[in-house]
């Protein structure tokens, strides 16, 4: 009886090692299989920065979680087609992203960013200090929900998402000078708007 604990016990240290190591490559073409567990490890890989990607875009946490799970269960049933082309992260954002348009699509008017920007305080700051942050935090998010979609869309997956011109470029589905055009004309507006508020971007 302890021995069959002990292999049991054993086995499922290399199944965690083994799902650990694997690739997202790898992990598609086992899910393409009909590998259920493939899929449980991708979903662990990247449902967090799934849903903070679609809450930006739909400001909805409980409509978020449920649009995670869409895209996963999109995973499941088209990982034959994924293209080695990209990374799984950049295919899974552009699923969402499709998702998350059609939603607001359907809506009347699309609701803003919501915690776009953050600051983290140094536990040295001074009381004055950390109030001075979360006064230019309100700022920054203010100048950022005053950017188009478009505008917004590029911001967020350059600099939350860590997203390359091209990546982002296959994401939205322009050309990459597109993305280019659209950041240099998002970070000029957001100098013009933080400007007008008094706030000098150097400081952010």
């Known amino acids: 009886m302890q ?3 002990t292999v049991a016990a054993t086995s499922a240290l290399r199944q965690r090692d083994v799902a650990h190591e694997t690739s997202d490559e790898s992990l598609i073409t086992a899910i393409a299989g009909g590998d259920k567990m493939a899929l449980q490890t991708l979903y662990g890989r990247h449902n967090v920065r799934v849903f903070r990607f679609v809450l930006r875009f739909l400001n909805d946490e409980a409509l978020a979680e449920d649009m995670v ?3 996963f269960f999109d995973v499941w049933r088209q990982a034959e087609r994924f293209e080695r082309r990209s990374q799984v992260s950049t295919w899974l954002l552009a699923i969402a992203r499709n998702k998350a348009l059609s939603v607001l699509r359907r809506r009347s008017t699309e609701e803003l960013d919501e915690e776009v920007a953050e600051f983290i305080e140094d536990p040295s700051d001074n009381p004055e200090v950390s109030m001075q942050k979360k006064q230019q935090s309100s700022l920054l998010q203010d100048c ?3 950017l188009s979609p478009a505008h917004r869309e590029i911001i967020d997956l350059v600099y939350y998402h860590e997203k390359s011109i091209d990546e982002v470029a ?11 055009t659209r950041m240099f004309y998002a970070r000029k507006r957001i100098g ?3 400007g007008s508020k008094g706030l000098d971007r150097r400081s952010i």
Request: charged content about 15%; glycine content about 4%; overall charge negative.
């Open 144 to 146: 950022l929900t005053q």
């Open 170 to 180: 296959e994401i939205v589905g322009v050309p990459a000078n597109t993305v280019k």
């Open 69 to 71: 799970s869409e895209v």
């Open 192 to 194: 013009e708007l933080m």
């Open 3 to 5: 021995y069959s604990q």
